[in-house]
Protein backbone atom coordinates (compact mmCIF):
# COMPACT_ATOMS: atom_id res chain seq x y z
CA UNK A 1 0.00 0.00 0.00
CA UNK A 2 2.86 2.60 0.80
CA UNK A 3 4.38 1.72 -2.31
CA UNK A 4 0.82 2.67 -4.23
CA UNK A 5 0.03 5.83 -2.35
CA UNK A 6 3.74 7.11 -2.92
CA UNK A 7 3.36 6.53 -6.51
CA UNK A 8 0.37 8.86 -6.25
CA UNK A 9 2.16 11.84 -5.15
CA UNK A 10 3.19 13.39 -8.47
CA UNK A 11 -0.45 13.40 -9.53
CA UNK A 12 -2.36 14.01 -6.10
CA UNK A 13 0.06 15.76 -4.01
CA UNK A 14 -0.59 17.71 -1.49
CA UNK A 15 -4.77 16.69 -1.49
CA UNK A 16 -3.27 13.37 -0.90
CA UNK A 17 -0.99 14.33 1.88
CA UNK A 18 -3.97 16.27 3.68
CA UNK A 19 -6.72 13.25 3.45
CA UNK A 20 -4.07 10.68 4.34
CA UNK A 21 -2.53 12.48 7.69
CA UNK A 22 -6.58 13.08 8.72
CA UNK A 23 -7.15 9.32 8.20
CA UNK A 24 -3.89 8.20 10.52
CA UNK A 25 -5.12 10.37 13.01
CA UNK A 26 -8.65 8.55 12.78
CA UNK A 27 -6.30 4.85 13.60
CA UNK A 28 -6.49 3.75 10.03
CA UNK A 29 -3.48 2.31 9.04
CA UNK A 30 -1.88 4.41 6.67
CA UNK A 31 2.01 5.77 5.82
CA UNK A 32 1.59 9.44 6.65
CA UNK A 33 5.11 9.93 8.14
CA UNK A 34 6.65 8.55 5.22
CA UNK A 35 3.92 10.34 2.52
CA UNK A 36 5.61 13.30 4.74
CA UNK A 37 8.91 12.68 3.91
CA UNK A 38 8.51 12.46 0.59
CA UNK A 39 6.19 15.29 0.15
CA UNK A 40 9.17 17.08 1.66
CA UNK A 41 11.66 15.66 -1.23
CA UNK A 42 8.85 17.03 -4.05
CA UNK A 43 8.72 20.34 -2.39
CA UNK A 44 12.69 20.52 -2.46
CA UNK A 45 12.69 19.13 -5.98
CA UNK A 46 10.18 22.24 -6.37
CA UNK A 47 6.88 20.00 -7.30
CA UNK A 48 5.30 22.73 -4.17
CA UNK A 49 6.46 24.74 -1.83
CA UNK A 50 7.43 23.76 1.48
CA UNK A 51 5.26 25.66 3.67
CA UNK A 52 2.42 23.97 1.45
CA UNK A 53 3.41 20.60 2.11
CA UNK A 54 3.42 21.67 6.22
CA UNK A 55 0.58 23.42 5.94
CA UNK A 56 -1.60 20.32 4.10
CA UNK A 57 0.13 17.60 6.66
CA UNK A 58 -0.90 20.19 9.76
CA UNK A 59 -4.68 20.57 8.69
CA UNK A 60 -5.31 17.10 7.67
CA UNK A 61 -3.93 15.66 11.02
CA UNK A 62 -5.66 18.74 12.91
CA UNK A 63 -9.14 17.76 11.33
CA UNK A 64 -8.05 14.18 11.81
CA UNK A 65 -7.68 14.87 15.74
CA UNK A 66 -10.94 17.39 16.17
CA UNK A 67 -13.65 14.53 14.83
CA UNK A 68 -11.54 11.86 17.11
CA UNK A 69 -12.06 14.64 19.71
CA UNK A 70 -15.39 15.18 19.21
CA UNK A 71 -16.27 11.22 18.89
CA UNK A 72 -15.03 10.79 22.27
CA UNK A 73 -16.87 13.67 23.68
CA UNK A 74 -20.40 11.97 22.16
CA UNK A 75 -19.68 8.63 22.58
CA UNK A 76 -16.18 7.91 24.19
CA UNK A 77 -17.18 5.06 26.11
CA UNK A 78 -18.52 3.00 23.67
CA UNK A 79 -16.17 3.35 21.22
CA UNK A 80 -13.46 2.47 23.67
CA UNK A 81 -15.65 -0.67 24.52
CA UNK A 82 -16.17 -1.40 21.41
CA UNK A 83 -11.91 -1.24 20.37
CA UNK A 84 -11.24 -2.94 23.54
CA UNK A 85 -12.36 -6.32 21.68
CA UNK A 86 -8.83 -5.57 19.89
CA UNK A 87 -5.69 -6.79 21.94
CA UNK A 88 -3.46 -4.17 20.00
CA UNK A 89 -6.38 -1.37 20.39
CA UNK A 90 -7.01 -1.98 24.02
CA UNK A 91 -3.66 -2.06 25.20
CA UNK A 92 -3.55 1.41 23.31
CA UNK A 93 -6.66 2.87 24.69
CA UNK A 94 -5.22 1.88 28.12
CA UNK A 95 -2.04 3.31 27.66
CA UNK A 96 -3.78 6.54 25.99
CA UNK A 97 -6.06 6.68 29.48
CA UNK A 98 -2.64 6.09 31.83
CA UNK A 99 -0.78 9.21 29.60
CA UNK A 100 -4.37 11.53 29.96
CA UNK A 101 -4.54 10.51 34.06
CA UNK A 102 -0.67 11.65 34.49
CA UNK A 103 0.32 14.39 31.91
CA UNK A 104 -2.55 16.26 30.79
CA UNK A 105 -1.75 18.66 27.86
CA UNK A 106 1.93 17.32 28.26
CA UNK A 107 0.28 13.95 26.88
CA UNK A 108 -1.84 15.19 24.37
CA UNK A 109 1.31 16.91 22.90
CA UNK A 110 3.70 14.18 23.39
CA UNK A 111 0.89 11.70 21.83
CA UNK A 112 1.11 13.73 18.19
CA UNK A 113 4.44 13.01 17.04
CA UNK A 114 7.01 11.60 19.75
CA UNK A 115 4.51 8.57 20.68
CA UNK A 116 2.06 8.42 17.58
CA UNK A 117 0.78 4.87 17.66
CA UNK A 118 -1.48 6.29 20.76
CA UNK A 119 -2.76 9.23 19.40
CA UNK A 120 -5.77 8.57 17.81
CA UNK A 121 -6.69 6.82 21.31
CA UNK A 122 -5.80 9.79 22.90
CA UNK A 123 -8.07 12.15 21.07
CA UNK A 124 -10.96 9.92 21.73
CA UNK A 125 -9.88 9.75 25.39
CA UNK A 126 -9.37 13.20 25.82
CA UNK A 127 -12.76 13.97 24.64
CA UNK A 128 -14.87 10.94 26.65
CA UNK A 129 -12.66 12.89 29.42
CA UNK A 130 -14.22 16.03 28.93
CA UNK A 131 -10.97 17.42 28.51
CA UNK A 132 -11.19 21.06 27.62
CA UNK A 133 -11.83 21.62 23.96
CA UNK A 134 -9.01 24.55 23.76
CA UNK A 135 -6.75 22.42 25.86
CA UNK A 136 -6.59 19.40 23.35
CA UNK A 137 -6.67 21.86 20.16
CA UNK A 138 -4.04 23.85 21.69
CA UNK A 139 -1.49 21.33 22.31
CA UNK A 140 -3.09 19.22 19.62
CA UNK A 141 -2.12 22.12 17.29
CA UNK A 142 1.25 22.43 18.49
CA UNK A 143 1.98 18.82 18.69
CA UNK A 144 0.86 18.11 15.19
CA UNK A 145 3.34 20.87 14.00
CA UNK A 146 6.02 19.51 15.49
CA UNK A 147 5.03 15.98 13.43
CA UNK A 148 4.56 17.72 10.26
CA UNK A 149 7.15 20.12 10.27
CA UNK A 150 9.96 18.18 11.61
CA UNK A 151 8.68 15.06 8.98
CA UNK A 152 8.08 17.33 6.02
CA UNK A 153 11.54 19.38 6.58
CA UNK A 154 13.43 16.22 7.14
CA UNK A 155 11.92 14.91 3.48
CA UNK A 156 12.82 18.53 1.83
CA UNK A 157 16.60 18.69 3.73
CA UNK A 158 17.45 14.91 2.30
CA UNK A 159 15.63 16.36 -0.72
CA UNK A 160 13.75 12.90 -1.23
CA UNK A 161 16.40 10.48 0.31
CA UNK A 162 13.95 8.58 2.26
CA UNK A 163 16.26 5.75 4.07
CA UNK A 164 18.76 8.68 5.16
CA UNK A 165 15.88 10.49 6.53
CA UNK A 166 14.04 7.52 8.41
CA UNK A 167 17.41 6.98 9.62
CA UNK A 168 18.19 10.24 11.14
CA UNK A 169 14.81 10.40 12.01
CA UNK A 170 14.79 7.17 14.06
CA UNK A 171 18.13 8.51 16.20
CA UNK A 172 16.20 12.04 16.65
CA UNK A 173 13.31 9.91 18.01
CA UNK A 174 15.19 7.64 19.73
CA UNK A 175 17.09 10.60 21.84
CA UNK A 176 14.20 12.95 22.65
CA UNK A 177 12.41 9.88 24.01
CA UNK A 178 15.04 8.87 26.10
CA UNK A 179 15.27 12.82 27.79
CA UNK A 180 11.82 12.55 28.30
CA UNK A 181 12.25 9.00 30.21
CA UNK A 182 14.43 10.76 32.03
CA UNK A 183 12.76 13.59 32.84
CA UNK A 184 10.12 11.87 33.73
CA UNK A 185 12.07 9.11 36.25
CA UNK A 186 13.74 12.31 37.83
CA UNK A 187 10.64 13.75 38.45
CA UNK A 188 9.45 10.65 40.06
CA UNK A 189 12.16 10.34 41.73
CA UNK A 190 12.36 13.83 43.31
CA UNK A 191 8.97 13.59 44.56
CA UNK A 192 9.56 10.22 45.99
CA UNK A 193 12.17 11.71 48.03
CA UNK A 194 11.03 15.14 48.91
CA UNK A 195 7.54 12.86 50.08
CA UNK A 196 9.94 10.16 52.46
CA UNK A 197 11.81 13.53 54.37
Not at 21 to 48: H, K, Q, V
Not at 89 to 106: H, N, P, R, T, Y
Not at 121 to 133: D, I
Not at 149 to 168: C, E, Q, R, T
Amino acid sequence: MTDWLLALVPQYGLWLLFFVTLFSCLALPLPASILMLTAGGFAAAGDFLLWQAVLAALAGAVIGDQIGYWAGRGAGRQIAERRKQYPTQDGLISKAEQMMAKGGFVSIFLTRWLFSAVGPYMNVTAGSLKVTWITFTMAGIAGELVWSGLYVGLGYGFGGNLDAASDLLGSILGFVGAAVAVVILGYLLFKLMKSER
